[in-house]
């Protein structure tokens, strides 16, 4: 089983609006990651997640919050966002060290943010 | 400098022909590993074929397979028997070193792939 989960599908916000997005696996998997992808670009890292430490954040801007409960779930807080936010969300893990590392991507949240 | 070079920008073939998509990277590194993704317009980026820097075999995946040439440089995806199924965008990525929890991937700009019937 390669799944990865993401809530919601769809999501439009306003500039004030407070929102999260949601990502779980359960895979075992100890690297969680976010990334952003804009229509006709590749994806973009944003964060990485790795035993539910913050490892790797690409300069993103503090409006992006995220957030690993527990090795299973993460969470991407929204707040304050701008209409060049707008984008595809995607979520994906990877298995521990000793496994082939690769990401397995959820089917992502794509975000209309007015 | 560009690290993954993907020049097609979109490729055109018939149904039930076979198609390759070209990938050519820059590293220093000598351990890399090199991936595939498949993205349907629904948005999911679906993992298709992975190749390490020290496999000696090309991989295949069904009627995936990966033609790795270490001396140029390039990891060209071939498809097999093209289906409607496979029009998509396909993405070709590397990960330097020998990954972890600071596994970055790289990715190329990406090949729009249209079968026809």
């Known amino acids: 089983d390669t799944e990865v989960t993401q809530t919601p599908k769809h999501l439009v916000m306003g500039m004030t609006n407070k929102k999260s997005l949601k990502c779980e696996q359960h895979?075992?998997?100890?690297?969680m990651y976010w990334y952003k992808q804009k229509a006709k670009k590749p994806p973009e890292l944003m964060f990485v997640?790795?035993?539910?430490?913050?490892?790797i954040n690409e300069s993103v801007p503090s409006r992006f919050s995220p957030e690993c409960p527990n090795s299973s779930l993460l969470n991407l807080h929204l707040h304050a966002l701008q209409p060049e936010d707008s984008a595809l969300y995607l979520c994906a893990s990877s298995p521990p060290a000793g496994m082939i590392d690769t990401q397995y991507f959820g089917p992502g949240t794509r975000l209309t943010v007015l | 400098a560009q690290k993954i070079t993907q020049t097609q920008p979109g490729m055109f073939v018939q149904e039930k022909e076979a198609v390759t998509l070209d990938c050519t990277y820059d590293t220093s590194d000598p351990s890399y590993g090199l991936f595939w993704y498949k993205q349907p317009s629904s948005g999911e980026m679906i993992f298709l074929i992975y190749q390490g820097s020290y496999d000696q075999q090309n991989a295949t995946e069904g009627r995936y397979s990966l033609n790795f040439q270490k001396a140029r440089k390039s990891a060209n995806l071939v498809i097999s028997a093209s289906q409607l199924g496979d029009s998509a965008m396909y993405f070709c990525a590397m990960r330097e070193g020998w990954g972890g929890a600071t596994n970055k991937l790289i990715f190329g700009t990406g090949t729009l792939l249209a079968v026809q019937p």
């Open positions: 895979m075992g998997h100890r690297a």
């Open positions: 997640y790795s035993y539910e430490k913050l490892s």
